[in-house]
Every structure is written in C-alpha cells, then in structure tokens.
C-alpha cells in the first residue's frame, strides 16, 4: 500500500521569503514522487517529478523538491515566494508498477502576504 | 499546447437524478483516469482505463456509477442516480501509456452540486 501525509494544512509566507511544504510517504514500491498545484478554478498542474534519478528535483517557476529515502520524505521548496505561487499543493506518491496510480496528500494551501 | 477537456464544466442536479460527464483526453494519451475531489481532499482515483479497457475500478461505487470509453479514446463518466454525498470536482486526467514515467494531465473538471 502507499500512503502520503503532508504535514501542514495551510502555510502563510510572506512575498520574497522562502517557502516549505513538507510531505512525507508510505510506498511498498519503489515510488515516483510528484508535486502537483492548483490554483482556484483550475486544473491540476505538474510542478515537478521524482523518478529515482536525481534526488534533487527542480521544477516550474524556481520550485524544488529533495528525495529522502532515510526519511520517507519529499519536501518542496522555493526560496523567494512570489504573489503568483498562493495555490493549493498537492504531494503525490506513484505505485512502481505498469498502470501506476497516483495517491494524493491531502493538500496544503500556500498563502503569500505583500 | 494539447489539453485534456471536460464537459461540463460545471452541473447542478437534484438528488436521484442522472448525471453525466465527458472528458477528451490529449491525443495519442492510451490511459485515461477518473478522479474524484471532495471539497478540502485530495483527489481519488475512481476509475482507470488504458485503451478501452478498465484496469482499476476498485474505487469506483458500481451501484450508481459507470465509466466508459468505448472506441479508446473519450471517456463518459455516469451517476445515476446521484446522491447528496457526490457533490464533488470529477477530474479527468491522461497519459501517454500509463507507465511510472507518464506523467498524468489534468483537465479543469467539473464541479458537480447535487440539491
């Protein structure tokens, strides 16, 4: 079974300051991790991928995420938030098999103050 | 820049009544995903096909919903009859073939209000 836990609801930053969503998985597999944001009224949008390359992962508009295999953790973070980046963020775990499924954290909604 | 649609994009029903929803994956996308999101959750996988075939339904609640993609390509998911517990966003998503490199995309979904 997979699991995803991310660990804060809501974060609030201010504008120009750095930014960390934390997550932490559960996989049986050897897992592909994601980043997903959704902004209101939109889709879901792919901000970055783990897919046992690299353990450090950048993605879209200066975002990254670091693989932590000790720790069963995949963080995102971003080092100066930008009033765009206010959005919901969703941590997502992917079975290491064919026909993979996406389990999703519950989300943690970023709000960045001026 | 190919997208998945979705049509509606937003529906009203009352209780009981039938509903009914398309999705238009993005070309050449072999696997096509159904995703429910409850306000405040993360979305739910409801049903996975890969061509015209579903390969993962165990989420899906066969007493009232069905999902078919008949010639391999779009997709109509169907609630009858629906329930005050299914108001929800139903995504659609695609990938190229369904492998752990795929990435999956989304389309805009539709927010379904069930009165």
């Known amino acids: 079974a997979q699991s995803v836990t991310q660990l804060d609801s809501h974060v609030s930053v201010s504008e120009g300051t750095p930014v960390l969503l934390r997550c932490n998985y559960s996989?049986?597999?050897?897992?592909?991790l994601f980043w997903y944001v959704q902004h209101p009224n939109k889709g879901l949008q792919l901000l970055l991928k783990y897919t046992s390359a690299a353990t450090l992962v950048k993605g879209i508009n200066g975002f990254e995420a670091e693989f932590k295999k000790s720790e069963t953790s995949f963080h995102l973070t971003k080092p100066s938030a930008h009033m765009s980046d206010a959005a919901e963020y969703f941590c997502v775990v992917q079975r290491g098999t064919s026909y993979g499924k996406l389990t999703f954290g519950q989300g943690t909604i970023l709000t960045v103050h001026p | 820049e190919a997208e998945v649609a979705q049509s509606p994009r937003y529906k009203i029903t009352e209780k009981s009544q039938a509903v009914a929803f398309w999705c238009d994956p993005i070309?050449?996308?072999?696997?096509l995903y159904w995703y429910r999101q409850i306000l405040g959750q993360g979305p739910e996988l409801l049903v996975q096909f890969q061509d015209e075939s579903v390969v993962d339904d165990s989420q899906l609640p066969k007493d009232r919903f069905s999902a078919e993609r008949l010639k391999g390509v779009d997709s109509t998911l169907k609630i009858q009859p629906a329930e005050l517990g299914d108001s929800a966003m139903y995504l659609c998503?695609?990938?190229?073939?369904?492998?752990?490199?795929?990435?999956?995309?989304f389309g805009p979904g539709t927010r379904l209000t069930v009165l």
């Open positions: 070309s050449g996308h072999a696997t």
């Open positions: 998503a695609s990938s190229f073939s369904g492998g752990q490199l795929d990435t999956q995309y």
């Open positions: 996989s049986s597999y050897s897992p592909s």
